[in-house]
């Protein structure tokens, strides 16, 4: 009796286990719906295949050319911008991308100057100049203006009216109207002396 | 701003401006001037600098202005009359009318003439400035005078006549 209990007993184990192992390898049903009927079958499950190991590929940094440095442009600047009066010093200061040993500054209001290497220079206006608006031009190597300012000359005006003259020839006057009151007042004491004179006669 | 004929379409172009010179001498034929100019800046209140009474047979020009013949106002200043000569050097400006001629000889040797187009009187207690010397963008003139009644609570004229000019040649 016991013999065959046994003997059923590792039958359902034996059946439970395959039954575990065909479902352990059988396909999910697929999306579309249709399942796969699960059945008790040994399916030979080909080996995973176990994803290819692949080096990480090298990082080598893209080739870039270097940052180029924006081109330096030439430029001119004049201190101050403003005069008030003429032979003005006023102070130029230069950037030139290829140094300034041939630029030359120019304008109508302060000549001709040669930089020779400098890149600042000071500088009177012209002691003739009239007010206005100057334009003053940076030439590098004699072509261009290659950079440009301007400096503007104002000069003071008069306000107010003038004085000139003092009257002289001004017939109303008030040395008349003066004169004229103390000609009449020389008169009225005139004629009150008299009269006290007739009253006391 | 008196209207100046060059304003008008009918009126000449102006004449070219000649360089900065001081003016030595100014000669008004319609009215008798012929005087001697002496350069003289501000005052310190800021008024223009006239000559002394003392020398009332001189011009002033203002020295800061243009120069006659360049472009911007020249500005010139006479007594009208003082007791050391009775009638002055501008004594008769207000009598000037448009169309009259003033020469005046430079440093350099060149005279600058104009022609006046308007003489105005204004009061001094409200004297126009800009209007006066405003910049016209031509070569332009100004005789610059006292007129009206006298103050003699104040020593000195009411008014001031304005005489303006436009450049007609400058002569090399």
Request: with cysteine; charged share 15%; net charge positive.
């Amino acid at each position: 009796m016991n013999r065959i209990v046994m003997a059923t007993l590792a039958g359902v184990a034996a059946g439970a286990l395959a039954t575990g192992t065909a479902l352990a390898t059988t396909p999910p049903p697929s999306p579309t719906g249709t399942s796969t009927p699960t059945t008790s079958q040994t399916v030979t499950v080909a080996p995973t295949a176990t994803p290819p190991t692949t080096t990480p590929p090298t990082m080598t940094p893209p080739i870039t050319q270097p940052p180029t440095t924006p081109a330096v442009k030439a430029k001119i600047t004049v201190t101050p911008q403003l005069v008030t009066t003429r032979g003005a010093w006023i102070t130029i200061t230069v950037v030139a991308p290829n140094g300034t040993d041939k630029a030359v500054v120019e304008s109508r209001a302060l000549g001709r100057h040669e930089l020779k290497g400098r890149t600042e220079l000071t500088v009177r206006t012209f002691t003739d100049l009239a007010p206005g608006v100057y334009p003053v031009s940076l030439y590098l190597n004699g072509t261009g203006p290659d950079a440009e300012t301007s400096l503007r000359a104002v000069f003071p005006k008069p306000i107010g009216p003038a004085k000139t003259g003092d009257g002289a020839t001004q017939p109303e006057s008030g040395r008349a109207a003066v004169g004229l009151g103390l000609i009449a007042a020389g008169g009225l004491a005139t004629a009150a002396a008299l009269r006290r004179r007739s009253d006391h006669a | 701003m008196p209207q100046h004929p060059a304003a008008t379409s009918a009126g000449a172009p102006p004449a070219a401006a000649l360089p900065r010179s001081v003016p030595t001498r100014l000669r008004v034929p319609a009215i008798g001037v012929d005087a001697q100019v002496v350069a003289m800046g501000l005052n310190p209140d800021g008024t223009a600098g006239e000559p002394p009474l003392s020398r009332p047979d001189l011009v002033s020009w203002f020295s800061d202005g243009a120069a006659p013949g360049q472009i911007g106002v020249s500005a010139f200043y006479g007594h009208v009359d003082s007791r050391r000569s009775g009638p002055a050097v501008f004594y008769r400006v207000a009598q000037l009318t448009p169309g009259a001629a003033v020469q005046v000889s430079r440093r350099d040797g060149r005279t600058a003439t104009f022609e006046i187009y308007a003489v105005e009187r204004y009061a001094k207690t409200d004297f126009p400035t800009d209007r006066v010397y405003a910049h016209t963008g031509r070569s332009e003139i100004r005789l610059i005078t006292c007129g009206g009644t006298f103050d003699p609570a104040k020593g000195s004229y009411r008014d001031n006549i304005v005489a303006f000019g436009s450049l007609v040649t400058p002569r090399p």
